[in-house]
Structure formats: C-alpha cells, structure tokens
C-alpha cells in the first residue's frame, strides 16, 4: 500500500500551493489524513487533520491560511496552502489510513517540498 503526493514547489511568501495525495491503486480509499511538515533542523509536526466524519484540526501557526479537505469518494486528499510565508518552508508529508481490501494501513507518503522564499 503506498501513497504518492504531489503539489509541492517553490512559491514566493504570500502565494498558495495545493498539496494531494492519493493511493496509488484507484480501488484503495483514505479515511483519516494528516498532514506532517519538517523544516530542516527540527522535529516533524503535525500541520493539520482530518478524521473520517470530515472534523478537521490544524496546528496554530497555519489556522486561517491553510485547509485540509478529502474528496467525496475518500481517493484524494489536499491540503490547500494559502498566504505562504518562509516559515511554512519544509518537507510535507502525508499520512492516511489507506484502506486496501478487508484491511486497514496505517500510510506514510514520500514527502514533497514546499519552498517559501523571495
């Protein structure tokens, strides 16, 4: 079970980039999704969630500019970033409940960079 994101690249601050991720077989379904950034030098953090009844949670510093979304038939999952500042610049990761069959995988993407820089 693997998934693939995309989406990320260099942005100048203030510009948006939308993150996805999808499993990589078209029969598979995500349930929860969580987006996880980490910024050379620290510690990987959750940046925003959202569990299978659609609540979402994010972390302080993206509330308002950022939003995380599934699609209805649970194949793709995004992460719209607004109002990009340097400080958003990191590896982001997704991590969904992929479920493949009768069974349930915990996931982890391969990460995309998001570069904010002038």
């Known amino acids: 079970v693997q998934l693939q994101a995309s989406g990320g690249g260099l942005v100048q601050p203030g510009e948006s980039l939308r993150l996805s991720c999808a499993p990589s077989?078209?029969?598979?379904?995500?349930?929860?999704v969580g987006w996880h950034r980490q910024a050379q030098g620290r510690e990987r953090e959750l940046v925003a969630h959202?569990?299978?009844?659609?609540?979402?949670n994010y972390t302080a510093s993206v509330k308002g500019r950022f939003t995380i979304s599934r699609d209805a038939a649970k194949k793709r999952g995004y992460l719209q970033m607004n109002l990009l500042k340097p400080e958003d610049t990191a590896v982001y990761y997704c991590?969904?409940?992929?479920?493949?069959?009768?069974?349930?995988?915990?996931?982890w993407g391969r990460g995309t960079q998001v570069t904010v820089s002038s």
């Open positions: 991590n969904a409940q992929v479920r493949s069959g009768d069974h349930l995988y915990d996931t």
């Open positions: 077989r078209s029969d598979e379904r995500i349930y929860d």
């Open positions: 959202i569990n299978n009844a659609g609540i979402t």
